[in-house]
């Protein structure tokens, strides 16, 4: 199905460190071992599809295309969940039907969702990346048959989400936190109420003084909060899945 249409592989998951991203990355090798593997994100918010599905679009929005995305956040790994197939512009993705894919494949123009109904002869109840996705992978590269079944976008789980989520949806290794608002969502004079404080807009961190928080249009066209040369998720106590709230409101006097 994929077959000289992707020229690399991307691997997205919740993973973090530990033994199982090295396995998905020495099978692909060993199978398809033309196909460039990398490691675009592997600390995606654990067991979160449903956070983790408004940071998908953005992650993609500035990639080459011809590329293969392997998406696993999957809480329910082993159970009835469907296995999808997205096509979205250049990108293809591939992951589980728990919302992880929905916001692409609704945003996606031209885009079409097949379900995957071929399974391996062998796999394990637990490590479906390794015995479900990388298995499926392979064969798609190689254009042998996935049983791909035909999917409406709007059929998915998950494709009843709002477009932006006012939440904190990903904490980077800097304690910058990203929402679910997409910079087009908010005005550029708003202010965003989280964790007890009032934040105005900066364009970039150097122009608040060192400590002080704010919100910005970050690279990937999302609203994140952060704090000069500090940790935003430190000074406001937040993480992913905390709520955020756009306020017009005047800060307290104090």
Known sequence: MLAGRVARIA?????????YVGQLRLLLGAEVP???????????PA???DLAAYLLPALLRDLPPACLHLCIVDPGVGGPREVLLVRAGGH???GPDNGLLALVARRATGGAVWRLDWRPPRMSASFHGRDLFVPLAVRALRGEALGAVARAPDALVGADWPDER?????????????????AEAVAS????????RLLARARTFCEVPPGEGFWYVNAFGLIELAVNQGSAARVLGLGPGDPVDLSTADPPAT
Do not use: E, K, Q
């Open 166 to 182: 006012s939440a904190i949806i990903y904490c980077d290794h800097y304690g910058n936190l990203m929402t679910g608002l997409r």
């Open 189 to 196: 004079g708003a202010r965003i109420r989280a964790g007890g």
């Open 34 to 44: 033309d196909c460039p593997v990398v490691d675009l994100i592997h600390d995606l």
């Open 92 to 94: 293809w993705l591939m």
């Open 11 to 19: 691997l997205l998951t919740d993973f973090g460190v530990g033994p």
């Open 47 to 49: 067991f979160r599809p």
